[in-house]
Nanobody, 127 residues
Framework: QVQLVESGGGLVQTGGSLMLSCAAS????????MGWFRQPPGKEREFVGA????????LYADSVKGRFTISRNNAKNTMYLQMNSLQPEDTAVYYC????????????????????WGQGTQVTVSS
């Protein structure tokens, strides 16, 4: 079993920055992908971005390209989401997820069958 724990959420003003972390425990990832998703108030959960665990290739949603950066530290089994130039529409509960079989594009396409999820962390951007 895999446990994913997000941290780093909070309240920030428009234009500000936050970094989220996702620590994985229970198994050491050597393949597959990890990703970030978010669920704005009253909306469906949506893909933000993902990173392959082995090669580090990344994929981002168009809405965050150029503003958000995903990275990982394999030794710490941790993934990060650096969010810059935050806008009120970025307000959401942010979830990390992982799947040992998926590539980043599959994390985007098959959100409903991604294997492991964290509990989520709230990010609120005030205008």
């Amino acid at each position: 079993q895999v446990q994913l724990v997000e941290s780093g959420g909070g309240l920030v003003q428009t234009g500000g920055s936050l970094m989220l972390s996702c620590a994985a425990s229970g198994r050491t990832f050597t393949s597959g992908a990890m990703g970030w998703f978010r669920q704005p108030p009253g909306k469906e959960r949506e893909f933000v971005g993902a990173i392959s665990w082995r090669g580090g290739s990344t994929l981002y949603a168009d809405s965050v390209k150029g503003r958000f950066t995903i990275s990982r530290n394999n030794a710490k089994n941790t993934m990060y989401l650096q969010m810059n130039s935050l806008q009120p529409e970025d307000t959401a509960v942010y979830y990390c997820a992982a799947d040992p079989e998926f590539r980043p594009n599959q994390m985007m396409d098959y959100i409903h069958v991604v294997n492991f999820w964290g509990q989520g962390t709230q990010v609120t951007v005030s205008s």
